[in-house]
């Protein structure tokens, strides 16, 4: 089973509202960052991403926002759906790390009908 | 298109059983990744091969030995397995400075 210690934070939010999930990178030097969904039992899916240069930027009804002053990414999704269930996954790429990634620790959201 | 595919979708093995995970992607990305993810947990970087012919070791590569067999393909080899493996394991694609994309894992229990 699972240890202590590993339980996911989890987001709970009611069918169109809209949701922000949030992340702390601790690395200065990261220059890119990407939000993955992952459903159960499925491998992380993109949806989207941000470099260092922006501090926002909008997808179909997703939009990250980056503050590099604190080292905070955020994801907010509109009008949230059932079927945005999952758990969400940032993570950041250091400059001249080639395209390693540094995957953050997850966020279960939870969408009541 | 199929995006990255995976072998065997599930595996258990006893302690000191060996086996080889397969990755096939067919996007003509440069890199290829594994990761490992414990319950709960985002992903570690095992192994990865930048182009074809390279391979680096990420995180967590104690226990692990990989293979990038041509462009399409990257295979991930525990030799002596054990408990501690027991994970599931992604593979991964990425042309150079863009989004990974992932398989859809492998589900391994060593006993």
């Known amino acids: 089973g699972e240890s202590v210690g590993l339980h996911l934070p989890t987001l709970s939010v009611q069918e169109g509202d809209n949701s922000i999930i949030n992340c702390a990178y601790s690395?200065?030097?990261?220059?890119?960052f990407i939000w993955y969904k992952q459903e159960s039992g499925k491998g992380p899916q993109f949806i989207i991403d941000?470099?260092?240069?922006?501090d926002k930027r909008q997808g179909q009804r997703v939009t990250v926002l980056l503050n590099k002053t604190v080292k905070h990414l955020s994801l907010q999704i509109a009008a949230t759906q059932p079927g945005d269930s999952a758990v969400y996954f940032c993570?950041?790429?250091?400059?001249?790390?080639?395209?390693?990634?540094?995957f953050g620790g997850g966020t279960r959201l939870m969408v009541k009908p | 298109n199929a995006g990255v595919t995976q072998t065997p979708k599930f595996q258990v093995l006893k302690t000191g059983q060996s086996m080889t995970l397969q990755c096939a992607q067919d996007?003509?990305?440069?890199?290829m990744y594994w990761y490992r993810q414990d319950p709960g947990m985002g992903l570690r970087l095992i192994y990865y091969?930048?182009?074809?012919?390279?391979?680096d070791k990420g995180e967590v590569p104690n226990g692990y030995n990989v293979s990038r067999l041509n462009k399409r393909e990257f295979s991930l080899r525990l030799e002596s397995a054990a408990p501690s493996q027991t994970s599931v394991y992604f593979c991964?694609?990425?042309?150079?400075?863009?989004?990974?994309?992932f398989g859809p894992g492998t589900r391994l229990t060593v006993t």
């Open positions: 993570a950041e790429k250091e400059n001249n790390a080639g395209n390693m990634l540094t």
């Open positions: 690395n200065s030097a990261s220059d890119y």
């Open positions: 091969s930048a182009s074809e012919g390279t391979t």
């Open positions: 996007m003509n990305h440069n890199s």
């Open positions: 991964a694609s990425s042309d150079f400075l863009d989004e990974q994309y």
């Open positions: 941000i470099r260092s240069n922006m």
